[in-house]
Nanobody, 122 residues
Framework: QVQLVESGGGLVQAGGSLRLSCAGSGGTFSQYAMAWFRQGPGKEREFVASISRSGGFKDYQDSVKGRFTVSRDNTENTLYLQMNTLKPEDTALYYC???????????????WGQGTQVTVSS
């Protein structure tokens, strides 16, 4: 199984940028489809972006299209989320997840990190 550790969160003003990282260990990182989810205060965990094993296919939640970019480096066992033009509504705990299928449902992913907090001030 793979262990996942997120980093890169923080406090940023609206319009700013952050780059999240998710380091994988203990498994074959390239065998997994990967995704980012987020959970805001009082909200359910929601899909943000996913990427296929090779990195050739990506999906995004409509609200982040054109602002967020998901990528991965299988040689470094790392997943990334570049977040630009951040909005207060992007404030959430961001999780990375690994699974066999590149889907948008929480239940499709078997392994999860602990999350990294992103706070966007207005």
């Amino acid at each position: 199984q793979v262990q996942l550790v997120e980093s890169g969160g923080g406090l940023v003003q609206a319009g700013g940028s952050l780059r999240l990282s998710c380091a994988g260990s203990g498994g074959t990182f390239s065998q997994y489809a990967m995704a980012w989810f987020r959970q805001g205060p009082g909200k359910e965990r929601e899909f943000v972006a996913s990427i296929s094993r090779s990195g050739g296919f990506k999906d995004y939640q409509d609200s982040v299209k054109g602002r967020f970019t998901v990528s991965r480096d299988n040689t470094e066992n790392t997943l990334y989320l570049q977040m630009n033009t951040l909005k207060p509504e992007d404030t959430a705990l961001y999780y990375c997840a690994a699974g066999r299928l590149r889907l948008s449902q929480v239940a499709s992913y078997d392994y999860w990190g602990q999350g990294t907090q992103v706070t966007v001030s207005s």
